[in-house]
T-cell receptor
């Protein structure tokens, strides 16, 4: 079974620029999550989708972050404009339902300079 | 806000010894707990889980203990191997159906040959 695919693996941008990350979940997984993991910390949930609807985006900085899952399959997370404190690994995860089959991707490491 | 914390940032053990990694959680309403292993450049990988109606669960070389009275979780790894070297996180969730995970800070396990 293929895992959760994320791209790019690494990205370096200057502050105030924009960036987008892509995630393709495991086939058949209805739930998709984006987490932010700052160096030395545990992941923090940014947004959770159930199919193409948002379940929880309470910790998403909506003034600069946006995410979509238009067809209920793959998803993109965008940051515009980026700040230095956005430097982190952005992890995508998916699950069949609840915690069944909960799987993380390898993440995208973002460095904002 | 809610948080799950680990007692020690780093644990160093000799190969073949047993390892114990501890975690304190703050939300007494949490219903489901998971231990994850994260290797460098990878996403968190599921190790073992436990529900709040249990106090112990065993897997292959791993055991999770839950003490709800003092809100404490521990992960025991038997006969620790070099391949066990990684960062370990505990995570909690209010329900196994919600999907949202709240992670602690992580403990780095170093296995000395």
């Amino acid at each position: 079974e293929a895992g959760v695919a994320q791209s790019p693996r690494y990205k370096i941008i200057e502050k105030r620029q924009s960036v987008a990350f892509w995630c393709n979940p495991i086939s058949g997984h209805a739930t998709l999550y984006w987490y932010q993991q700052i160096l030395g910390q545990g992941p923090k949930l940014l947004i959770q989708f159930q199919n193409n609807g948002v379940v929880d985006d309470s910790q998403l900085p909506k003034d600069r972050f946006s995410a979509e899952r238009l067809k209920g399959v793959d998803s993109t997370l965008k940051i515009q404009p980026a700040k230095l404190e956005d430097s982190a690994v952005y992890l995508c995860a998916s699950s069949f339902a609840g915690h069944y089959g909960y799987t993380f991707g390898s993440g995208t490491r973002l460095t904002v300079v | 806000g809610e948080s799950v914390g680990l007692h020690l940032p780093t644990l160093s053990v000799q190969e073949g010894d047993n390892s114990i990694i501890n975690c304190a959680y703050s939300n007494s309403a949490s219903d489901y707990f998971i231990w994850y292993k994260q290797e460098s450049g990878k996403g968190p990988q599921f190790i073992i889980d436990i529900r709040s109606n249990m106090d112990k669960r065993q897997g292959q070389r791993v055991t999770v203990l839950l003490n709800k009275t003092v809100k404490h979780l521990s992960l025991q790894i038997a006969a620790t191997q070099p391949g066990d070297s990684a960062v370990y996180f505990c995570a909690e969730t209010p329900s196994s159906n919600t999907g949202k995970l709240i992670f602690g800070q992580g403990t780095t396990l170093q296995v000395k040959p």
